[in-house]
């Protein structure tokens, strides 16, 4: 425990004064990684804790971007009020996933595919919604970056830097408090046996509503996140699959139901994607679709060799678990 305090200290003191080294380009590389950090701690409340498996967490991504941006773009409301806004709309949306799967007993692959529908019919929604600009586009106005105007989130690179480091770190911190308090242990009771947990006298269907409710919830900010360090929102960018896939592989490569497993993952696979597209640049060639293949290949991989992931292995190794249940680490 000790040795874990200490690294989690020692990398947050990194994180914080690592833009004074960094440029532009290596900037962006890291804020991609605390964002899909983030959103992979979001998605890992849900299926790493609870066991329950969401392929269309782009979902809430897109319901919270929307939401905020729309606010912001025409009723002139700060993008604080509108995060607000755009969690309960991701809330009430998981909310009516969840009772629709729940109440009727959809679960297992079922589940997965009832979040597929909601993602995608959503999409073509939102295709058709002018007043969000349909499949043209939704545009935020950028104006200066000189300094950081953080009442609309409106500044440089290293104040979104610092904004998505905030939202890792409050994603884990939040994690490992749901992990180790009365919430966790009803969620892992219930991802191990579900009826076994209701055997015992766990309310299997409120504690599986909480659960999809904190995650969808979570997911929100980062929605919010998006628009306005992107300031351009597509149905057909943010509400695919693709972006669902995007947000599962990390918790699922790094480690499903730790909480460091995410972050490592996002910076395996950030890196990796990052490292590959610089490489084939020098080279002058582009190889269409390398980001999925690297994707497969990483998955791939990653169940054949660490089928609980890259965080579980280190984890033992450098002595931060004692045991071969790494749930908590």
């Given at each position: 425990?000790?040795?874990?305090?200490?690294?989690?200290?020692?990398?947050?003191?990194?994180?914080?004064?690592?833009?004074?080294?960094?440029?532009r380009?290596?900037?962006?590389?890291?804020?991609?990684?605390?964002?899909?950090?983030?959103?992979?701690?979001?998605?890992?409340?849900?299926?790493?804790?609870?066991?329950?498996?969401?392929?269309?967490?782009?979902?809430?991504?897109?319901?919270?971007?929307?939401t905020?941006?729309?606010?912001?773009?025409?009723?002139?409301?700060?993008?604080?009020?509108?995060?607000?806004?755009?969690?309960?709309?991701?809330?009430?949306?998981?909310?009516?996933?969840?009772?629709?799967?729940f109440?009727?007993?959809?679960?297992?692959?079922?589940?997965?595919?009832?979040?597929?529908?909601f993602?995608?019919?959503?999409?073509?929604?939102?295709?058709?919604?002018?007043?969000?600009?349909?499949?043209?586009?939704?545009?935020?106005?950028?104006?200066?970056?000189s300094?950081?105007?953080?009442?609309?989130?409106?500044?440089?690179?290293?104040?979104?830097?610092?904004?998505?480091?905030?939202?890792?770190?409050?994603?884990?911190?939040?994690?490992?408090?749901?992990?180790?308090g009365?919430?966790?242990?009803y969620?892992r009771?219930?991802?191990?046996?579900?009826?076994?947990?209701?055997?015992?006298?766990?309310?299997?269907?409120?504690?599986?509503?909480?659960?999809?409710?904190?995650?969808?919830?979570?997911?929100?900010?980062?929605?919010?996140?998006?628009?306005?360090?992107?300031?351009?929102l597509f149905?057909?960018?943010?509400?695919?699959?693709?972006?669902?896939?995007?947000?599962?592989?990390?918790?699922?490569?790094?480690?499903?139901?730790?909480?460091?497993?995410?972050?490592?993952g996002?910076?395996?696979?950030?890196l990796?994607?990052?490292?590959?597209?610089?490489?084939?640049?020098?080279?002058?060639?582009?190889?269409?679709?390398?980001?999925?293949?690297?994707?497969?290949?990483?998955?791939?991989?990653?169940?054949?060799?660490?089928?609980?992931?890259?965080?579980?292995?280190?984890a033992?190794?450098?002595?931060?678990?004692?045991?071969?249940?790494?749930?908590?680490?």
């Open positions: 425990m000790k040795r874990s305090i200490l690294a989690l200290v020692v990398l947050l003191a990194v994180l914080l004064v690592l833009p004074l080294a960094l440029d380009y290596l900037l962006s590389v890291m804020i991609l990684i605390l964002y899909f950090a983030f959103v992979g701690q979001a998605w890992n409340v849900m299926m790493g804790f609870c066991g329950q498996l969401s392929l269309g967490h782009a979902l809430y991504v897109g319901l919270g971007a929307y905020s941006a729309a606010l912001y773009q025409h009723f002139g409301m700060i993008p604080w009020v509108g995060m607000i806004v755009a969690v309960v709309v991701c809330v009430v949306a998981a909310s009516i996933i969840g009772w629709l799967a109440r009727f007993g959809i679960g297992g692959t079922y589940f997965a595919l009832l979040t597929i529908a993602a995608e019919f959503t999409r073509i929604g939102f295709e058709h919604f002018d007043w969000v600009g349909g499949t043209a586009g939704f545009f935020l106005k950028v104006t200066q970056q300094r950081a105007d953080l009442l609309n989130l409106r500044g440089d690179p290293v104040m979104f830097y610092y904004l998505a480091l905030a939202l890792a770190v409050g994603g884990f911190l939040l994690s490992a408090w749901l992990l180790r009365r919430l966790g242990f969620f009771a219930i991802r191990d046996n579900e009826e076994a947990a209701r055997a015992a006298g766990v309310d299997v269907f409120r504690y599986k509503m909480y659960a999809v409710q904190i995650s969808g919830g979570m997911t929100a900010l980062a929605g919010v996140f998006f628009a306005f360090y992107y300031n351009n149905p057909e960018q943010i509400f695919h699959i693709s972006r669902s896939i995007e947000i599962i592989l990390a918790p699922i490569i790094g480690g499903i139901g730790t909480l460091f497993g995410p972050v490592l996002a910076a395996v696979l950030t990796a994607s990052e490292g590959i597209h610089a490489a084939l640049e020098t080279l002058g060639h582009e190889v269409p679709g390398v980001k999925q293949i690297l994707y497969g290949v990483a998955l791939g991989l990653s169940i054949m060799f660490m089928p609980n992931g890259i965080w579980p292995v280190i033992r190794r450098l002595g931060f678990t004692r045991t071969r249940d790494d749930s908590d680490a």
